[in-house]
């Protein structure tokens, strides 16, 4: 079974690395939680202020499948060392607009710049797997907004061609759509990638499933996770090797889930300026799973960004 689910998930984070609907509620999921539109999209973020003020400011983006519950940890762990942190739900995930094949589709990055727009000012950006390449893509297009990089196991999306990101978009919307429901209603199943996410078996047992079952749960999350693989941007790997801005990167010694080719592509794309650690415990979610190492280990970069 363990094999099997290994080979769900790789499936799953394949396509997400290569390749009625659902609208925002007004009501808060969360006591910090806030909402932005743009256009036919709302994203749902969460703002952590420090006391006094901010020594700067760090927008964070999560991973694929999850939403902003896995940033809690690291967010008040930057918080309570004196910076504002804004967390994020990508489109799609969490508490964001799912999108539906009768919009007009816009890129995660500039609907997630029109949220740090609205905001103001300059920013740390960062983000955990999936939403460390949309962490690149926004420091890439935007070098006068975001003055540093901290990066969670970063992954990037490949280039795929138009006709094969119609095809695949119209399949995986099924597949997605139907992994979700026998996923869903089988709480073992979500038990187990969480095993598998965070190579802890013990840590998985106490884990609450809702912080990711729930959003998940959300009419139109299967449809609009299968039009986002079709249409996300990949990383420009020339435009980052150009980037001029101090940066971080956590990976982490058993991670089972983040591709290690892409993430030693987008290391060496930083260069050899780039501050690295591996973290021994937590798999590919070791800033959940041990925030306050995660933050130990970034905050010197981070001091250090204008």
Not at 69 to 94: C, K
Request: aromatic share 8%; hydrophobic share 40%.
């Amino acid at each position: 079974m363990k094999k099997a689910l290994s080979i769900l998930l790789a499936i799953i984070m394949a396509f997400s690395v290569a390749t009625v609907a659902f609208a925002a509620t007004n009501e808060k999921p969360f006591e910090n939680s806030e909402f932005f539109t743009t256009g036919e999209y709302t994203l749902h973020y969460r703002t952590y202020k420090p006391e006094g003020i901010p020594k700067n400011r760090i927008l964070l983006v999560h991973g694929f499948c999850l939403s902003t519950a896995s940033l809690e940890g690291i967010a008040q762990e930057y918080m309570e060392a004196g910076y504002e942190v804004v967390t994020v739900d990508a489109p799609n995930f969490g508490y964001s607009s799912r999108e539906t094949k009768d919009m007009t589709l816009v890129d995660r990055e500039s609907l997630i710049y029109d949220l740090v727009e609205e905001l103001g000012g300059t920013w740390i950006v960062g983000g955990h797997s999936m939403g460390g390449g949309i962490a690149l893509n926004l420091a890439t297009d935007h070098p006068e907004t975001f003055t540093g990089l901290v990066l969670f196991a970063p992954q990037s999306v490949a280039e795929m061609p138009d006709m094969v990101k119609s095809i695949s978009s119209t399949i995986m919307s099924a597949m997605y759509t139907l992994i979700l429901k026998i996923a869903l209603k089988l709480p073992f199943v979500v038990r187990m990638l969480v095993e598998m996410s965070f190579s802890d078996s013990e840590y998985a047992k106490e884990y609450d499933l809702s912080r990711i079952s729930a959003p998940l749960s959300l009419e139109g999350t299967g449809e609009g996770i299968a039009i986002m693989t079709s249409h996300a941007r990949p990383v420009d790997f020339q435009k980052v090797s150009e980037l001029n801005i101090p940066a971080v990167v956590i990976t982490a010694k058993e991670d089972k889930v983040a591709s290690a080719d892409n993430l030693a592509q987008i290391i060496d794309a930083l260069g050899e300026d780039t501050v690295t650690y591996e973290c021994e415990k937590g798999g590919h979610m070791m800033m959940e799973y041990n925030p306050q190492l995660v933050a130990e280990k970034t905050l010197p970069t981070i001091a250090i960004c204008k």
